[in-house]
């Protein structure tokens, strides 16, 4: 006699509904390049999806880290938190990195919007969109207490004029322009910060970027 088994797989969870939906294109434009054309929220609000336009429509389903995409525009900044040694990170960690613990499930934490320099670079060249906003301060800067860095522009300085460890603030965008992206937001120096005098370093770095800056005036 034969004994047919049936094992039914573990259900982790159900199915979000999404009624909230919003949509950036236009109507009328049908081709956008690179570009997030909109989003969607589930009904409890814990699950956010986002709609990436590159040559064909791609969906972006952030799952278990929507908070952090969802407070970008809200015009916040959610980190993670490991509740055994207390480590933070952003960007955000589903668990623990720490070995010692074994993949703890971390905890949500609200940022402050203040950050340093970890380290950073200066693009003198880029896609057609950004030609003309050239040269471009990328910096990895470290919020808050977080353990690692993230990447985002710098703006209000010039390129020689950043410095390691440099105070930062966190700027968003006006509320109607923010797409749930971590484009929501840049760095600006902090109030009242001031950079060092000019030394050799500053001035190789300057010499290599005006040429840039030369070079995008004269673009029609």
Known sequence: MSVTIIRKKKKFSDQPNFSVKKMYRPSDVKETGLAFIGHEISDDGKVMNQ???????????????????????????????CPKCGDIWVPIRTHCWNLDCDLEITEWIEMPLTAKVHTWTIAGWSGRSSLKRLPIILVYAVIGDSKVAI?????????????????????????????????DFHFEPAEGWTPSPMNPEKERIKKLVEPVYEWVKTMK
């Open 151 to 183: 990447a985002n522009e710098l703006h209000g300085i010039d390129p020689w004029d950043v410095e390691f460890q440099m105070p930062l603030k966190v700027v968003f965008k006006p509320k109607e322009e923010r797409v749930g992206a971590v484009t």
């Open 51 to 81: 709609f990436l336009h590159y040559d064909q429509l791609y969906t972006i389903r952030h799952g278990w880290n929507s908070k952090f995409f969802k407070g970008l525009l809200e015009g916040k900044i959610w980190g993670t938190r």
